[in-house]
């Protein structure tokens, strides 16, 4: 009988296969996903849009005008890497995907110096915008 690998161990098998980002990129992901979700206010998905812009606030509200810098430390540089990494874990199962999900729902969501050095602005699908000012 096989043994289930823990989530360390499976970590662990990721970041061995894709050496492009560090272990803090996978946590934080992990974290942002939980952020965006929980302010989705529902269980569950959120489309890959979706957690890139949670992603960028979360960043914003814990490392404020660093953002960027932390993110780029860790080989987060673009919205493609947050596509990745997302990839990476469902590959070994530290996350899920539905059948819709792709990859390239994280091309060009967003402009990651645009939005971590200046504030962001996003615009949601029903036309509400929500702002954040990042200017002392």
């Known amino acids: 009988m096989a043994e289930r690998q823990s989530a360390e161990e499976l970590l662990e098998k990721v970041i061995e296969r894709d050496q492009r980002y560090a272990r803090e990129a996978y946590v934080f992901v992990s974290e942002a996903l939980q952020f965006t979700v929980q302010k989705a206010g529902r269980m569950g998905h959120v ?14 509200s814990q490392f ?12 987060v540089r ?4 947050v596509g990745e990494i997302v990839f990476n874990m469902v590959e070994v199962g530290l996350l899920r995907k539905t059948d819709e999900d ?4 994280f091309v060009a969501v967003v402009d990651f110096a645009e939005v971590l050095d200046r504030g962001f602005r996003l615009h949601l699908k029903s036309g509400e915008t929500s702002e954040q000012d990042t200017e002392a």
């Open 47 to 60: 489309s890959g849009r979706e957690l890139v812009h949670g992603l960028c606030e979360y960043a914003l």
């Open 78 to 81: 673009r919205s493609e890497d």
């Open 102 to 105: 792709r990859r390239e729902d």
């Open 64 to 75: 404020g005008l660093l953002a960027r810098v932390v993110l780029e430390n860790w080989g």
